[in-house]
């Protein structure tokens, strides 16, 4: 479907991209985006205290039942593919990072899931016809993908019934971030994922959710130190940005940011009248 407007999502999504604080990350560090994923260590710790997947994940689980198979590309250390291994018939999960496999294989081991199998590749090099189709298809902020459009269209051919996209909206920290660094960019959000599905005839709804959490403010730090890049001086900053912002309070003889998050859950149904 063209647009009216003469703006290209596509286009821009690629700009975006390249601009954003992960792609600049992995420029400067000269490291790809698997070596990224798999020295993250404490992604596994930052799931204990931010909420995520909460109820982007129930969500999902509402559309599986005992004869749903899934497919998840760049489903990381499990944090859908596992729960959802518990109440769908199979998942076939797509990853590419080593490390992240292993976390995945670890998690799935410690839940006695064994209806999951893993394919490490990226969505991008996977044989879409090759994998089949399955009852629903999900990725969840794994949309590191220059020709996002390609990569939409393919995951909404995989899919039999729904897909469900989750990707970021907005956080509290995105403007102090950019103060501190000069330069971070989070990255294009939600909304070029819905006008890109547009754009290729698959129109699709969001639901928008909101995390509120408290996290220990040395993880929060150490998180941001490895994801954007941080140097010393900076890391005293953004620390003393939260202070100054009220977001920091001691509990338990600890320091804990309070913390906001959004994501997007979209979801399309290919039964539906708009199809
Ligand atoms: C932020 S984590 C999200 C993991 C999981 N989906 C979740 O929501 O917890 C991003 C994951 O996407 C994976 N990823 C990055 N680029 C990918 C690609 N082109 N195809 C498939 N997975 C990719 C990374 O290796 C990483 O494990």
């Known amino acids: 479907m063209a647009s009216t407007t003469g703006f290209d999502w596509s286009v821009a999504w690629e700009e975006r991209l390249s601009r954003s604080n992960h792609q600049a990350r992995l420029r400067s560090r000269g490291i790809s985006s698997e070596a990224f994923w798999d020295g993250f260590s404490r992604w596994p710790e930052l799931h204990r205290y931010t909420g995520y997947p909460g109820k982007a994940l129930d969500c999902v689980l509402k559309a599986v039942d005992p004869g749903t198979s899934v497919l998840e590309i760049g489903a990381g250390d499990g944090a859908f593919a596992v729960p959802l291994a518990r109440a769908a018939k199979r998942v076939t999960a797509v990853e590419p990072s080593a490390g992240q496999v292993a976390r995945l294989m670890e998690n799935a081991a410690a839940a006695g899931v064994k209806n999951l199998t893993v394919l490490r590749s990226r969505w991008e090099d996977v044989d879409g016809p090759g994998l089949g189709l399955h009852d629903l298809v999900l990725a969840a ?135």
């Open 141 to 275: 902020y794994c949309f590191q993908m220059r020709d996002i459009r390609s990569a939409l269209q393919r995951m909404y051919e995989a899919a039999g019934r729904s897909l469900f996209l989750v990707h970021f909206v907005d956080h509290d920290l995105v403007e102090a971030l950019h103060q501190v660094t000069g330069d971070s960019e989070a990255g294009p959000d939600y909304v070029f994922l819905l006008n890109i599905l547009h754009e290729i005839g698959h129109p699709a709804s969001a639901s928008i959710l909101t995390r509120d959490y408290e996290i220990p403010l040395d993880l929060q730090l150490d998180a941001f130190a490895y994801s954007h890049g941080l140097s010393a001086e900076q890391r005293g900053a953004l620390r003393r940005h939260l202070e100054s912002e009220g977001k920091v309070l001691s509990s338990g003889g600890m320091l804990w940011v309070r913390r906001w998050y959004k994501d997007a859950v979209i979801r399309l149904d290919k039964e539906e009248c708009y199809r």
